[in-house]
């Protein structure tokens, strides 16, 4: 079993900048893809970065503004959000993923303000 609790959400102005955390519980190694969804209103969930051994992979919409990082020896992942846009309001889901079972973490509100 993995719990995830992500922190670091707010409120910030167009243009600023966030750092999400999530902090993994049980057993998670660096083999195991650890990312960031998110969801906006009326919108469906997507996926913004994700990290597996060291290869990351990013959203379109966010490539050259998000770095997601990860701390494998205190099972947690980051996401760096600079420049931040308010189309980037949503809820931020940390997610693993351990083989077929997905893991999800309570969700941190990040608003951004025009």
């Known amino acids: 079993q993995v719990q995830l609790v992500e922190s670091g959400g707010g409120l910030v102005q167009a243009g600023g900048s966030l750092r999400l955390s999530c902090a993994a519980s049980g057993s998670i190694g660096s083999g195991n893809p650890m990312g960031w969804y998110r969801q906006a209103p009326g919108k469906q969930r997507e996926l913004v970065a994700v990290?597996?051994?060291?290869?990351?992979n990013y959203a379109d919409s966010v490539k050259g503004r998000f770095t997601i990082s990860r701390d494998n020896a205190k099972k947690t992942v980051y996401l760096q959000m600079n420049s931040l846009k308010p189309e980037d309001t949503a809820v931020y889901y940390c997610?693993?993923?351990?083989?077929?079972?997905?893991?999800w973490g309570q969700g941190t509100q990040v608003t951004v303000s025009s």
């Open positions: 997610n693993a993923n351990k083989g077929a079972v997905g893991y």
């Open positions: 990290e597996t051994g060291g290869y990351t």
